[in-house]
Each structure stands twice: as C-alpha cells, then as structure tokens.
C-alpha cells in the first residue's frame, strides 16, 4: 500500500491530510499524484467517488505559486461542480484566505469581475461563464501554468468543446494539463490528443465500471406504476434517496407529489435559480431533506457520501449517465443501491446500459398485490384525481357529469385525456 508521504507530497499537505482524516491515496490518486508532480500531462479515468479532486487539487498546491494571480485554471461541467471543487481546494490547502475565483453561471457578472482583480492564484470556471469574461475582456489567461479539465467527457457531452477550444487557444502552449473524467470516450481522448502534450493516462478503468458496491436492479413497469412504486420505496428507506428523471417537468411533478408523502423533496434541475439549486443541495446534504429529484445535466457532481438509494425513475437516454448516476451512491466507504424503472417504451434503452456495464440484471416485476404500493396507488389515484375536479373548469359537461367529479370511473377518465399534456 502506498502513502501519501511515499508520493512525493511536502510535510505541510501530510499534516493537512491527517488532519482532514485522508489516511490513505485512493488508487487514482497513488498513480496520478507523482506524475503530476513531476510536471507531466496526465489523463486520468476512474469511477465517481473515488477521490479525482484531491488525485488533482494535491499537485497543484505543491507546485502553485501562491503570490502569482491566475496561475491555474479548473474547468468544470457544472456551476455545482465548480463549487465542490472550490471547497475541496480550501479544504485541502488547510486556507482561510480564499485560493480561487470562482466564475459560473447564473450570477452576475460585476462581482467576478472584483474577484478577478483581487488576483487569486486558480480560476474555477464553467466554460459557458468563462467565455462570457474572455469576451468582455475581464479575465486574461496568459499566465495559466497549470490547466484542470474536470469530467471532462461531461463538459463534451454538454456541447462546451467550442467553449473549450476558444479557452484552450488563449492559454501558453507551455504550461501543464491535467485532464480527469469517469469514462474515457472517443471524444475524450482525441480531444486530449489535440490539446495536451504527452500524456500519462492512469487509472484507466473500463469505460462503464460501475462502482463496484452499488448493488443494482432494474424493474421493468407500466409507466404509470412508477411513481407509486418510488413513493413505496421512499417510504420504506430511511436513507438519502436520489431520485433522477428524464425531464425538468417530471422532476417538478415527481418532487411535487413524494412532497405529500410527507417529506420535504428538493429539486435540482436547470430551471431552478441558483440560490434555489443550492438551498436544495445544502439540504440533502444535512438530511434535512433526504429526498432529491434531479435531472443528469445538473446532478453532475453532486457530492453527497451517505446516499442510500439511487432510483432511475426513467432510464437515462445516455448509457455513460446511468454509470454517472448510479456512482452517486456508494461513494467512499458506504454500499448502496441503485434501481432502474424500466418503462413500456424504454426497454430499448436499458439494452445497451447492459452491454456499457458488462452485465446482464435480472429484470423484476412490479408486486401489484404488495399492500404497501397498493395503498401508494390508491393515495396518488385519488390525489389525482382531486386535482383535476379542482383545477380545470370542464369546457364540456360529461355526460351524466354534474357535481360527481370525484367519482372514479369519471376522474380516471379525465386524467387519461390529461396524460399527454404531462408527458413531453
Ligand atoms: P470524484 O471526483 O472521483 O467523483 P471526489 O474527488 O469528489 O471524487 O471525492 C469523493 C469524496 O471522497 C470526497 O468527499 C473527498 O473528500 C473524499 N476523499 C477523496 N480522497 C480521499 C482519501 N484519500 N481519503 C478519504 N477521503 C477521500
Ligand atoms: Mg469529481
């Protein structure tokens, strides 16, 4: 087993380590640390959770100049993301005095612009927020000696590879890249032929592990049984519950009716505001709301170490995201589950999911007598049904309609015509 002192790091980050409890490198970061250390390229590729952040943010703390402004820069998927990575750098720095400016979207611009004079030593960007400063002409990049690409497969699959060629040419051609990504694509590796000089790769794991003590299922349902079968299981775990749908809408919808299970449900999805997304974050992370919805772009990078169960209430339309969402759990020393709803039109999504993770699951069926999902059904049925007497104004009577909007057979009814409207 190596140490981190056996890696090359000075006695000042041992101290800061031990003092943050990091007894020992996680693999990633036993083979990539020293290379990085010396000043070489590195690509590195392994399974979310298993410390990426520290395998770059350790290195560069050894070799930044603290007094030089703009002398790193970190690239990152998401405004999330950004943020993590900022923490973990004053986290590992063992700092008060902030080491980066952090520049993302959704904020406004002025106060960057002040933070960037300031002249800290690392930029964090998204690569959306950064080009907004390139062009504007607030930020220069001449002086960036070392550059980050973190999930960087993400940032491509986002459709940032213009971002990220704009940004890539302002940089000097002698400086150091470290690229880092859960899942090494075609895209990935020839973009990293094109920009960094003789890389090392490290870690390289399958593209598509999965974390290896997620333990996994996939139940195949009508769509209609999903919700109460999620409601089932919410109110059946007492852990963190991540829960990842296909669209903003359902993530609303979804969050909106586990609310009436009685549990406060957050959001996380590209409609929310900032302020809003954080406020959800900073919650499930206390476990003051131990229910989350989200979509795949704005759940990425989401660091939450005690998430007990995963549930793909829609089967991600991206293979690489099921093995993005299910890492989510598991992370560190935890177990944990992930389950996957097929629905009546995905199965022809869930097929190469299979062949990405090299495995074949078992696909379940729904008990439909299970006392607990029949009483789920019953619940949101009538819930449903509820809505629609108080929320639409007939434009025509039904026939025998009158006052009886509440009985089953007629609710039932007007919430089949309603159903295309809630799907997009
Ligand atoms: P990744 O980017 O690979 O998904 P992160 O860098 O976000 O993973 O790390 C996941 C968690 O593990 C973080 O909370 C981090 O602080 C913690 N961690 C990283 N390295 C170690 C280590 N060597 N020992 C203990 N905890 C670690
Ligand atoms: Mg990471």
Not at 233 to 251: D, H
Not at 344 to 353: F, M
Request: net charge positive; hydrophobic share 40%.
């Amino acid at each position: 087993m190596t140490t981190f002192a056996q890696l090359g790091l000075s006695p000042a980050r041992l101290h800061t380590l031990e003092a943050l409890g990091f007894e020992m490198p996680t693999p990633i970061q036993a083979k990539a640390i020293p290379i990085a250390l010396a000043g070489t390229d590195v690509i590195g590729c392994a399974q979310t959770g298993t410390g990426k952040t520290a395998a770059f943010v350790l290195p560069m703390l050894e070799r930044l100049n603290l007094r030089e402004a703009h002398s790193a820069l970190i690239l990152a998927p998401t405004r999330e993301l950004a943020l993590q990575i900022h923490s973990e750098l004053q986290r590992l720095a063992g700092s008060k005095e902030p080491l980066s400016v952090v520049l993302i979207g959704g904020v406004p611009l002025g106060p960057q612009i002040s933070a960037i004079r300031r002249g800290l030593p690392v930029i964090i960007a998204t690569p959306g927020r950064l080009v907004d400063h390139l062009q504007q002409r607030t930020v220069k990049l001449h002086s960036v000696h070392t550059l980050v690409l973190d999930e960087a497969d993400r940032m491509l699959d986002m459709g940032f590879a213009p971002q990220l060629e704009k940004v890539l040419g302002l940089l000097p051609r002698q400086r150091q890249s470290m690229l880092f990504s859960a899942t090494l694509s075609n895209d990935v590796t020839r973009f990293a032929q094109r920009h960094m000089h003789a890389p090392i790769s490290v870690g390289v794991a399958p593209s598509g592990t999965t974390a290896a003590k997620v333990h996994q299922r996939v139940i195949g349902m009508k769509d209609d049984m999903k919700l109460p079968l999620l409601a089932k299981m919410v109110s059946e775990e007492p852990g963190k519950v991540l829960v990842f749908v296909r669209t903003r809408g359902r993530a609303d919808k979804f969050a909106k009716k586990l609310g009436r299970l009685g549990e406060n449900v957050g959001q996380l999805h590209s409609d929310r505001s900032q302020g809003q997304r954080k406020t959800a974050l900073d919650a499930f992370r206390s476990g003051h709301g131990r229910v989350l919805v989200a979509t795949d772009l704005a759940a990425r990078g989401i660091d939450v170490t005690d998430i007990a169960l995963v549930v793909n209430a829609d089967v991600p339309r991206n293979p690489e995201d099921y093995v993005h969402r299910i890492g989510r759990t598991a992370r560190a020393e935890t177990t944990g589950t992930a389950i996957t709803f097929v629905g009546g039109e995905e199965r022809s999504l869930w097929i190469p999911i299979e062949r990405l993770i090299r495995q074949r699951l078992p696909m379940e069926k729904v008990d439909e007598t299970d006392p607990v999902l029949k009483s789920m059904i019953a619940r949101f049925a009538v819930a449903d049904a509820h809505k629609v007497h108080t929320s639409t104004t007939p434009k025509h009577s039904h026939p025998g309609g009158g006052a009886g909007g509440q009985r089953a057979g007629q609710s039932f009814g007007a919430r089949s015509s309603f159903r295309p409207r809630g799907r997009r």
